[in-house]
């Protein structure tokens, strides 16, 4: 039987809503019908809530209500990780982002929340302090169902494959989003002094502004999983641009680029994350030699002040005694 055959009823009640997104879009390319039952904004909306369930926020629904295309435009502007390699314009910053956060752990729900950010240029914070989100106050705390074990090495590998999370930034004024998440954890690392377990999620990217040698930047999560009574509390900290000490406002060219920019195929089955891991791992290599050749640098003109000194001073005496 062709799929024309078939009454365009039973196709959207019976076939299209078993799909995920990336199947729906691929059965959107097979004929004009196709295409127009797949771009029944419910169905993408539906996804959007089983993927994200923090896009069911009256703030988030807003937002995308202004997209091109409504659920879809933002699904497909969310699901695939952002280029790795951007070039910076020179834009308007948003006077807002809205950032709509989903963590899982073996796939249940654990924390989901939209925090909206002022980002207005004018602002004094914004244009000096180091950009920063805090989705939970100091002592605020997450209640959870992750379990540890006695076994260290068991735990974090644990919480490295079972450990989701999904951190979609919003543009409301350019109609834009972009998931700054790695999906999947690129560190996992006890704190011994705190004896919790830090998670990082990171997305790096390449920038090239045409003027200098390319650097790169690093959109860091931390969550912590804090051991207690061999259940764990969750506290999301946050998320800032690292690699360069971005202000607030060099932040927002940073995720403009990113929200502008091309996106990439994003596996949830463990491929994406452990592209971004080895790519976050290569960021980190990097900065440690920057540090040291800096170290280097530093330790080569203290001995080059300290000989002009010394010659100084032996030449002044010289002078003197004569």
Excluded at 67 to 94: I, K, M, Q, W, Y
Excluded at 117 to 123: K, L, V
Excluded at 179 to 188: F, I
Aim: negative net charge; contains cysteine; proline residues 4%.
């Amino acid at each position: 039987m062709a799929i024309a055959e078939i009454h365009k009823e039973i196709i959207q009640t019976h076939i299209l809503t078993r799909l995920d997104g990336q199947t729906l879009s691929a059965a959107a390319c097979v004929s004009s019908q196709l295409r127009s039952l797949c771009s029944d904004d419910q169905l993408w909306s539906d996804i959007c809530s089983s993927n994200w369930p923090s896009t069911d926020h009256p703030l988030v629904r807003q937002a995308i209500s202004n997209f091109p295309s409504g659920h879809r435009s933002f699904f497909s502007d969310s699901f695939p990780s952002p280029s790795h390699r951007l070039t910076t314009t020179t834009t308007t910053t948003p006077p807002q982002i809205i950032s709509a956060v989903d963590l899982r752990y073996h796939g249940e729900l654990v924390f989901s929340k939209v925090e909206s950010t002022d980002t207005a240029p004018d602002s004094e914070w914004f244009r000096s302090a180091p950009f920063r989100i805090d989705l939970l106050e100091p002592k605020e705390i997450v209640p959870s169902e992750v379990k540890f074990s006695g076994d260290d090495r068991e735990m974090q590998t644990d919480l490295e494959k079972n450990i989701t999370l999904s951190w979609i930034v919003i543009d409301p004024t350019g109609n834009r989003a972009v998931n700054v998440s790695s999906v999947e954890p690129v560190s996992v690392q006890r704190n011994w002094l705190t004896d919790d377990i830090e998670l990082t999620f990171a997305v790096v990217a390449a920038v090239d502004d045409g003027h200098h040698d390319e650097e790169h930047v690093s959109c860091n999560i931390e969550v912590t999983c804090g051991v207690k009574e061999g259940s764990g509390e969750v506290y999301v900290s946050g998320w800032d641009l690292d690699g360069k000490c971005l202000s607030g406002e060099g932040s927002m060219v940073i995720l403009q680029g990113l929200t502008a920019g091309q996106r990439r195929s994003r596996r949830y089955d463990g491929g994406g994350g452990v592209d971004q891991k080895e790519r976050y791992e290569e960021f980190v290599e990097r900065g440690k030699k920057r540090k040291e050749e800096r170290e280097r640098r530093e330790r080569r003109l203290d001995m080059v002040c300290v000989a002009s000194g010394m010659a100084f001073l032996m030449a002044f005496w010289s002078f003197a005694l004569w």
